[in-house]
């Protein structure tokens, strides 16, 4: 037929194949693993209806509501090309020490009253000192003892010793992101080795810790560097995956990134879910930003969302995240039901609206003269 190019589409057997795979916990090989990452001979919406049974046998159709707590931002040692916060940046952010523990608490209720299943309060820094371990220990055991919430830290590199007087605070998770591949990580990281956070993953393990490891795409790896993090943390058992695109913060020192469209992203959580089946798939920083109009589709594979924002940057309003949910048919794993929180939001954000609409705002120079610039 004239005008009319035919393409050798993969069968409808070979992605039910795909998903009897990871339902029945074999994992993937790694020519099949590129496949699904590069072959245009698969089609995203097949794909995600497949991935979708492993998705719905561990996790129904959950989502959980991770909300996180810029604890401590600015001024760490290390190098983390990616990084706002790191000595090598100089990203425009609001440095500031640790935050009161009267504000960290007031911090957790919100995040519990908003729907969020587990809190996550992260800290810059290469890793904490014991004095900081005594504080943070404190400040779990009180969050622990005050709400029925899921507790997560992020505070760098950690040895035994933390690792053990943490999880006796009452501390859930230790999330520390492998980022990338063993053989990317001295592209994107000088201060610290890929082993350092290997090892701060089995200091938690040994000490009855959950490991929340997942990584930044989008930093220059190639499709071999994904499917190693993937499988790598298959072979750690990490119970939570969170999965970042790499947002390009101005005045961060990363000079080689990757590509990210919506369609390579989508396939991106889609081998963590082959390949880590039961585990929590997050769609973590740059859901907006790489996922555009296609964000819904990533609850597919995925099964759970950050909501508020990420470290220095900010996502969509909350009532878009849970709109959003409700609208694809999902519902959120929480102590409130998804249109109590829903509700609630919406009355928040209109609220917020009506103060600011209440207040004269003065137009600037910009404003005034918008076309200034082109003229001169
Ligand atoms: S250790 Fe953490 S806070 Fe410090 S530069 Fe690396 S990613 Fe940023």
Redesign the pocket.
């Known amino acids: 037929m004239p005008g009319v190019s035919f393409v050798a589409m993969k069968s409808w057997t070979f992605y039910e194949d795909l998903a009897q795979k990871s339902l029945s916990g074999e994992a993937l090989s790694v020519q099949e693993s590129k496949e699904i990452l590069t072959s245009s001979d698969i089609e995203l919406l097949p794909l995600l209806h497949s991935v979708f049974q492993v998705r719905q046998k561990h996790w129904g159709k959950d989502v959980t509501i991770h909300i996180i707590n810029n604890a401590q931002n600015g001024n ?1 040692p ?3 090309a990616y ?1 706002a ?2 000595k090598t940046s100089e990203a425009d952010i609001e440095d500031y020490p640790v935050k009161e523990e009267e504000e960290i608490m007031a911090e957790a209720k919100r995040a519990y009253e908003s729907g969020a299943y587990r809190y996550c309060m992260v800290f ?3 890793g904490p000192r014991p004095k900081r371990v005594d504080t943070l220990s404190r400040i779990i055991k009180r969050i622990k003892e005050t709400y029925p919430i899921q507790v997560c830290l992020s505070a ?1 590199l950690i040895d035994d010793t933390a690792a053990k007087q943490l999880k006796h605070a009452g501390l859930d998770r230790l999330n520390h992101n492998l980022n990338t591949s063993e053989d990317h990580y001295k592209n994107i ?1 000088t201060t610290h080795t890929f082993k350092d956070r290997l090892d701060t993953l089995t200091a938690a393990q040994n000490n009855g810790l959950e490991i929340c490891s997942g990584m930044i795409a989008g930093m220059g790896e190639t499709p071999e560097d994904v499917i190693e993090v993937a499988m790598k943390l298959r072979q750690l058992g990490s119970k939570s995956i969170p999965l970042n695109f790499l947002l390009p913060i101005p005045g961060t020192t990363l000079k080689t990134f990757t590509p990210l469209t919506p369609d390579y992203c989508l396939r991106i959580i889609t081998l963590f879910r082959y390949l880590n089946p039961e585990a929590e798939i997050r769609i973590a920083a740059g859901r907006e930003f790489h996922l555009r109009n296609m964000q819904v589709l990533g609850l597919y594979p995925a099964s759970s969302l950050f909501m508020d924002g990420y470290l220095n940057t900010t996502g969509t309003n909350t009532s878009e995240t849970l709109q959003m949910i409700k609208d694809a048919g999902f519902t959120i794993r929480a102590n409130f039901s998804l249109d109590e929180v829903l509700q609630k939001a919406k009355a928040e954000e209109e609220q917020q609206q009506a103060s600011q609409a209440s207040q004269l705002v003065m137009k600037q120079l910009q404003d005034l003269r918008p076309t200034l610039k082109s003229c001169s």
């Open positions: 760490c290390e190098d983390c990084c916060q790191a810059s820094g290469r760098g990281c």
